[in-house]
């Protein structure tokens, strides 16, 4: 027979298949399990973001279990961005993927870009230091070959899950400014603007498809030949000399850009 549980003020008998889903013998606590066992229901049934779930009080007589664990469960689910939570619809499938928009607005990693984005939005600090140009990075910063530049790499994550990893080299003048600063979930852009008084006025962005070599797999935790998305900008000062070279290398998988388009009179 299966087990009674309380749900809703009810009293549920278990269904035969609830004793084979959640291991009532394994330490592992049972809103555990239910994340486990929502998520694979999702992926089996190829569930979209936006399809409804399952009710708390379905999801406690499907599964056998109380009320406390069917929340615990979804409450941890929308936390990792997996399900939406809306009071008085129900419980949604999230879109994991990640917009990023992509054409007018010239930003980097502002403050507002960050949290404009559903879950917890963190920015950690890998490398921090002064490197020689190489032939690229001093043709495109208007730099001679081998002159000092800052480089900045940070991991953006969302959730605790890695998401884009970024590389930005700026010349020594403003680089300067950022040498003994702490980068950790701050916008690069508003703090040299705020802060130091440097301008950005114009950028050159293009976006391409690419895959994860080696290292930048290991900083996303993806396998080598991941899918990727990169974004690149070269921005630039009223006076049209380049401040900043950015190269960010997000997840394919968490990833969409988002291109607001307008259509022009043809007559103009």
């Known amino acids: 027979m299966g087990s009674v549980i309380a749900c809703e003020g009810a009293v549920i008998v278990g269904a035969v298949h609830s004793a084979r889903d959640i291991d009532r013998s394994s330490a592992v606590p049972f809103y555990h399990q239910l994340k486990r066992l929502i998520v694979e229901d999702i992926a089996a049934r190829g569930l979209e973001p936006g399809d409804r779930l399952a009710g708390d009080f379905e999801l406690c007589e499907r599964y056998g279990v109380s009320r406390t664990v069917v929340r615990q469960a979804l409450q941890g689910l929308e936390r990792e961005g997996a399900v939406i939570r809306e009071k008085g619809r129900g419980t949604f499938v999230a879109d994991r993927k990640s917009s990023e928009g992509f054409g007018h607005a010239m930003i980097g990693l502002f403050e507002e870009d960050v949290r ?134 997000h997840r394919g998988d968490l990833s969409r850009f988002v291109v607001d388009v307008h259509r022009k009179d043809p007559t103009d």
């Open 116 to 249: 404009g984005r559903n879950g917890e939005q963190t920015i950690a600090v890998r490398r921090l230091e002064t490197v020689p140009a190489t032939a690229l990075v001093a043709a495109e910063l208007g730099v001679p070959l081998g002159t000092d530049v800052v480089e900045v790499e940070r991991l953006r994550m969302v959730n605790g899950e890695p998401w884009a990893l970024t590389i930005t080299q700026l010349p020594l003048f403003v680089g300067k400014f950022v040498l003994g600063e702490d980068l950790s979930d701050v916008s690069l852009y508003g703090l040299l603007e705020r802060k130091y008084g440097v301008r950005f006025a114009t950028g050159r962005r293009s976006i391409e498809a690419s895959v994860a070599n080696e290292s930048t797999a290991q900083a996303l935790g993806v396998p080598p030949g991941a899918p990727l998305l990169v974004l690149r900008t070269l921005a630039f000062d009223d006076a049209g000399i380049p401040l900043e070279r950015f190269a960010g290398f």
